[in-house]
């Protein structure tokens, strides 16, 4: 009887290991089979595609793909000078000539460069004749669409800029109000300030771009009738 209740003692840690042998084995499979998501993420969901000419309440809230024109109901704006373009998204960019200060060790030179930024000139050197006092009278800036609309959806204007070139765009002192046109010369498609073909420091360049709109197939969430990007 000794021998074999020994016996029944010394299968039970065996077949105990080969119980926890084999669920590890199975929870390996598992995994292999069913990758783990990393924490906090959600597993991707494909857009369902929608019909561009109607909105179905159907699709509230979920992730949609819907193909067609961009139609630029309410034009971007520049509301400093009064440019307005039927595009997505309107970007001014300014430049200012300014004094720059290059040194190495007791030698010092200067140039007058174009720069988006005011260039501090307090601490050169010859802060005399090299001297960058004018104020920007205005800076780079972005201005969206008014209104977009994509059949019957109307588009956030972050969602349909997204990801698209920007194409320069031309303007002439023809499409500026009265008062700034007395400021600015015609440059190459661009604004400027003073003589352009003898600029001096502090005049400025004026210089645009454009989201175009045209064909496209935008994935945003619905909300009512609305497209709106995805955070």
């Given at each position: 009887?000794a021998r074999?209740?020994?016996?029944?003692?010394?299968v039970?840690?065996?077949?105990l290991a080969?119980a926890?042998l084999?669920?590890?084995?199975?929870?390996?499979?598992?995994?292999?089979?069913h990758?783990?998501?990393?924490?906090?993420?959600?597993?991707a969901v494909?857009?369902?595609?929608?019909?561009?000419d109607r909105?179905d309440?159907?699709?509230?809230?979920?992730t949609?793909s819907?193909s067609?024109?961009?139609q630029?109901?309410r034009p971007?704006?520049?509301?400093?000078?009064?440019?307005?373009?039927?595009?997505?998204?309107l970007a001014r960019?300014?430049?200012?000539?300014?004094?720059q200060?290059h040194c190495a060790?007791?030698?010092?030179?200067y140039?007058?460069?174009?720069?988006?930024?005011?260039v501090?000139?307090?601490?050169?050197r010859?802060?005399q004749a090299h001297r960058?006092g004018t104020p920007?009278?205005?800076?780079?800036?972005?201005f969206?669409?008014?209104?977009l609309?994509?059949?019957a959806?109307?588009?956030d204007?972050?969602?349909?800029?997204?990801?698209?070139a920007?194409?320069r765009h031309?303007v002439t002192?023809?499409r500026?109000?009265p008062?700034l046109a007395?400021t600015?010369?015609?440059c190459?498609?661009?604004?400027?300030s003073?003589?352009?073909a003898?600029?001096?420091?502090g005049?400025?360049?004026v210089e645009?771009?454009?989201a175009?709109?045209?064909r496209?197939t935008?994935?945003?969430?619905?909300h009512g009738?609305?497209l709106?990007?995805?955070h």
């Amino acid at each position: 009887m000794a021998r074999r209740a020994h016996r029944r003692g010394s299968v039970r840690p065996l077949l105990l290991a080969l119980a926890v042998l084999a669920l590890a084995a199975g929870a390996w499979y598992w995994r292999s089979r069913h990758p783990m998501l990393p924490t906090g993420a959600a597993p991707a969901v494909a857009p369902v595609a929608a019909n561009a000419d109607r909105v179905d309440p159907r699709n509230e809230g979920r992730t949609v793909s819907v193909s067609g024109t961009l139609q630029v109901v309410r034009p971007a704006r520049d509301t400093d000078l009064g440019v307005a373009v039927d595009a997505v998204l309107l970007a001014r960019e300014v430049r200012m000539l300014q004094w720059q200060e290059h040194c190495a060790g007791n030698e010092c030179s200067y140039a007058l460069a174009w720069s988006d930024h005011p260039v501090d000139s307090h601490a050169f050197r010859d802060t005399q004749a090299h001297r960058n006092g004018t104020p920007f009278p205005f800076s780079s800036q972005r201005f969206s669409a008014g209104e977009l609309r994509l059949g019957a959806y109307t588009v956030d204007p972050t969602l349909a800029a997204a990801g698209v070139a920007l194409e320069r765009h031309a303007v002439t002192v023809a499409r500026l109000p009265p008062n700034l046109a007395a400021t600015f010369r015609d440059c190459d498609g661009a604004l400027c300030s003073g003589d352009p073909a003898k600029p001096a420091a502090g005049d400025l360049r004026v210089e645009y771009r454009i989201a175009a709109a045209g064909r496209r197939t935008l994935d945003g969430i619905q909300h009512g009738d609305r497209l709106q990007a995805m955070h």
